[in-house]
């Protein structure tokens, strides 16, 4: 995929964000708009299922939405081996391939359809177009980690703009790319039932299965099926303020990958009815069994007017390093209610 049709991406998502800013908004006084939505970018993670980051409570029957999401990541792994026991000492910029576990930018683009069969009933599906390239953001990055003072994972000893991932992962799928690719990547069917709800409490079970309908060879997919089941709740404490915790396990179809846990909290900040301030960590276990967890920290916010909603967060893992080096979210949607009558 090259920079003309990348940009061309970009510019056919920002369309979206015409819709009206200025309709009227909804007559409730629930303020809380759920968690912040996205897919864990990281390429191991991306090649498998994950839990849907979705409020508890129920919505109306008959409800269709529909979202288009975009995701710019940007991710660096260094490896040291026999030949750098330390990172050198000079910013001599080198391509060693053996020392390194990911040098890639990628451009996603997710769409969704999601229906409300009943009030507390939900169903969905996602689907995503993968292209990774060479990058054009390396200098950028790296001169914005500089100037806070921010660990650059390596990234300045690298040749800019390059695209290499070699990751020994251990469970029979080999992830190796050396070269710009684009494919849709698997799709994710989701159900979610809001067992219980009063004003302040929520509720919700969630089931997941992931079909392979990615490529590995793209880093689009496993090349197998997930499952998964999760508890979600929701706290809506006061109107300005809500809590959003979930937990629940992702089960891959292969012997030789692991059971993964996928957990979620995060507190949402609800000055006015069309606007969220959410702040969360995302945290998972690895899909192999000598994998360190990922926690990843997502910081962003939701406007929501009537039936259109905006996202956007940036998210990173700052503790582990077992996440995507930046990822940046930008998702538009929007709720159409169909009049079916029996």
């Known amino acids: 995929m090259n920079k003309s049709i990348f940009l061309r991406l970009v510019l056919l998502f920002f369309i979206f964000l ?17 968690p912040l ?15 849907p980051a979705l409020p508890a409570k129920s919505g109306r029957q008959y409800d269709l939405q529909y979202h288009v999401s975009l995701y710019y990541v940007q991710d660096v792994k260094y490896f040291l081996d026999e030949e ?13 391939k053996n020392s390194i576990g990911i040098d890639a930018e990628s ?8 229906y409300n069969i009943l009030n507390n009933i939900q169903a969905g599906i996602n689907l995503r177009f993968i ?8 200098p950028a990055i790296e001169g914005f980690h500089d100037f806070f003072g921010f660990e650059n994972g390596g990234r300045e000893y690298f040749s800019q703009n390059q695209i290499y991932v070699d990751i020994p992962y251990g469970n029979g799928v080999s992830l190796y790319l050396d070269k710009e690719s684009a494919a849709f990547g698997d799709i994710d069917l989701w159900g979610k039932w809001s067992f219980f709800e009063d004003d302040i409490f929520s509720l919700a079970a969630v089931t997941m299965l992931k079909i392979p309908s990615g490529r590995i060879e793209n880093l689009s997919g496993s ?64 899909h192999v069994t000598d994998a360190p967890p990922q926690t990843n920290i997502l910081a962003g916010f939701t406007v929501k007017n009537k039936n259109f909603r905006w996202q956007f ?10 996440g995507a080096d930046m990822t940046i979210n930008f998702m538009f949607s929007h709720t159409l209610t169909l009049n079916i009558k029996s």
């Open 18 to 34: 015409g819709a009206p800013l200025l309709a009227r908004g909804e007559d409730d006084d629930d303020y809380s708009k759920g």
């Open 37 to 51: 939505y996205g897919k864990d970018m990281y390429i191991p993670s991306l090649v498998h299922g994950s839990l």
């Open 84 to 96: 750098y026991p330390e990172l050198p000492e000079s910013r001599e910029r080198h391509y060693e």
């Open 107 to 114: 451009c996603v683009v997710e769409g969704a359809v999601t």
């Open 131 to 138: 292209s990774f390239y060479g990058g054009i953001l390396d």
């Open 223 to 286: 090349g197998y099926f997930d499952a998964g089941f999760g508890i979600l709740s929701d706290i809506r404490l006061f109107w300005f303020l809500t809590l959003y915790a979930q937990a629940g396990a992702v089960i891959p179809v292969n012997d030789k990958a692991t059971m993964m846990f996928n957990g979620l909290a995060g507190v949402g900040i609800n000055p006015w009815k069309i606007f969220s301030i959410n702040v969360q960590m995302n945290f998972k276990t690895g």
């Open 313 to 322: 967060y940036f998210e990173e893992d700052a503790f582990t390093n077992q």
